[in-house]
C-alpha cells in the first residue's frame, strides 16, 4: 500500500472506531495524585474517580466503566494506598461511564454502596451492563457520609439522572480548610427531552434546582464527574512545576456553571418552541 492510501485507509477507520469505543480518554490510565489534604485523583484520563483515604480505610466516588476497573485499582496502588481498604462507595450519578464497575469493586472488597435514592433502581439492575450492586443505603438530599473523621455531604443535582449527586466535603492542606465540589452533572445529554417528558415530566424544573444548588455551593476546589468538566489534563500539568494548587479555582467552578445553565436554558426554549 503507498502511504497515501494507508493514511486514507487510517482516516476511513478512525470515525467508526472512535464512535464503537467512545473517547478515548474514557479507557486512558492517568497518574494518581493528591489534589489536596486526603482527597486524591484515581480515574481515567477523563472518567472521574475520587479517593478519600481515613484511618478507617477509603471511600470512592465512580468507578468508572467495569473495564476500567483494573485502571482504577493500578492507580490506587500507585498513591500506596490498598484496594482492599475500599470501605464505601458513591456515585456522580447511575451513568456506565461512572457506575458501571460499581458491582465489581464491591465484590473485590466487601465495600458498601451508598446511591441517591432516585438512582438507586439502576444501580442495583443488571440490564444492559448496569452494575448489579446491592445497594446497601439509600441516600437522601443532605444525607451525611462519615468515615474516619471525613464527612462527605450528598447534594440531589438531578435531571441529568433522577439521583444525580454533586458531593462536597472540606479538605485540609497546610492548616487551611478547602471546600471541595464535585458536580454530579449539570449536561443535558443528546436526545434528552425537555418539554412534554412523559417518562420524566418534571426533568426541566430539576435541572433548575440543579442550576440553584450548583450556585449556593461555597467552592475552593472545583472538581466532577468527568475531567472535562473543570480542565483536569492542564490543571495537572500546572501542578507539577509548583505553585498555587490550580484545582483551588472558585472562578472557573461560577464559569463552568454558568455556561452549562445557559446550554440548558437554550435547549429548553428551542424545544418548548418545538424546533429541532
Ligand atoms: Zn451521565
Not at 472506531?17 to 484520563?45: C, E, M, R
Request: hydrophobic share 35%.
Amino acid at each position: 500500500m503507498t502511504n497515501i492510501l494507508r493514511t486514507m485507509v487510517v482516516l476511513l477507520a478512525w470515525p467508526a472506531a472512535a464512535a464503537a469505543q467512545g473517547n478515548p480518554d474514557w479507557h486512558a490510565q492517568f497518574p494518581a495524585f493528591k489534589i489536596a489534604g486526603n482527597l486524591s485523583y484515581v480515574g481515567t484520563a477523563d472518567l472521574a474517580v475520587y479517593l478519600i483515604r481515613t484511618p478507617q480505610g477509603n471511600i470512592l466516588i465512580n468507578s468508572d466503566f467495569a473495564e476500567d476497573v483494573p485502571t482504577v485499582r493500578k492507580s490506587i496502588e500507585q498513591l500506596g494506598f490498598k484496594y482492599s481498604d475500599t470501605k464505601i462507595v458513591l456515585i456522580s450519578h447511575a451513568h456506565g461511564d461512572h457506575d458501571e464497575g460499581v458491582g465489581q469493586i464491591q465484590k473485590d472488597t466487601g465495600a458498601r454502596v451508598m446511591v441517591m435514592d432516585g438512582d438507586v433502581a439502576d444501580v442495583q439492575s443488571t440490564a444492559q451492563g448496569r452494575p448489579g450492586a446491592k445497594v446497601d443505603r439509600t441516600l437522601h438530599d443532605g444525607d451525611k457520609v462519615e468515615l474516619g473523621g471525613s464527612t462527605l455531604v450528598a447534594h440531589l443535582t438531578p435531571g441529568h439522572t433522577k439521583g444525580c449527586t454533586t458531593w462536597t466535603m472540606q479538605v485540609e492542606e497546610g492548616g487551611k480548610k478547602l471546600n471541595a465540589v464535585i458536580i454530579g452533572s449539570p449536561n443535558v445529554n443528546a436526545g434528552y427531552i425537555l418539554a412534554g417528558n412523559k417518562d420524566y415530566p418534571t426533568i426541566a424544573q430539576d435541572y433548575e434546582k440543579t442550576f440553584k444548588v450548583l450556585k449556593s455551593l461555597p467552592v475552593d476546589l472545583f472538581l466532577g464527574a468527568h475531567g472535562a468538566y473543570f480542565g483536569l489534563k492542564a490543571k495537572y500539568e500546572r501542578m507539577k512545576t509548583g505553585g498555587p494548587n490550580p484545582f483551588i479555582d472558585p472562578a472557573g467552578y461560577r464559569a463552568y456553571v454558568n455556561e452549562r445553565e445557559s446550554a440548558f436554558r437554550n435547549e429548553w426554549e428551542k424545544q418548548k418552541q418545538g424546533k429541532p
